[in-house]
């Protein structure tokens, strides 16, 4: 939570200059920016949903357990391509289900607060897109994210699971080999 708090000004700041709005020249010229004509707060932007969205990841890991556990409890380790997709099931579900959140982040960051005027609320935000422009503008520009963070979150999950096993194989080696040692060697001496 602190990091989030901590690179929100950063993320408001890249977040336009990547869209076009920035009046400044850079990210720090950008920050200085909207601390000026915007005030403090501004640089804040869109926080509340980053909050929300560290609900993400904890999503992902629940999901990918739950299928690790109900669909693949019968092998000793998990194979790979099985891991690779409860991984990429698992980062869709929670992409899906977070999404909607997103979209409300990148809308605060990108727009312009007038100073002293409070930020619309998250929820606020997420009703006047519905109002404004349907159910689906939540879901706006999902494929891409969708494409970019599920490969990532399956081969992830993936890697995991043959690194795990790895060092298992490597924990029982030594284990076994220490087993085997004279009792006087074991103890140190």
Known sequence: MLGVALSTP???ATTRLKIGRATGDGL???VGFILVQEGFGALWSGMASSMLLVANPAIQFVIYDLLKRN???REAEISASNAFIAGAIAK???TC???PF????TRQRVHRRTPGVAETGIFDCLIEVVVMSGFAALYAGIEAKLLQTVLNSALMFMFYEKLVAQLHGIYAAIAENRS???KRFRQGI
């Open 180 to 182: 085997r040692r004279p």
């Open 102 to 105: 997103q979209v409300a982040q």
């Open 97 to 99: 289900a977070t999404y």
């Open 71 to 73: 669909f693949f409890q």
């Open 28 to 30: 720090w010229q950008e």
């Open 92 to 94: 869709s579900v929670a």
């Open 10 to 12: 950063l993320w408001v």
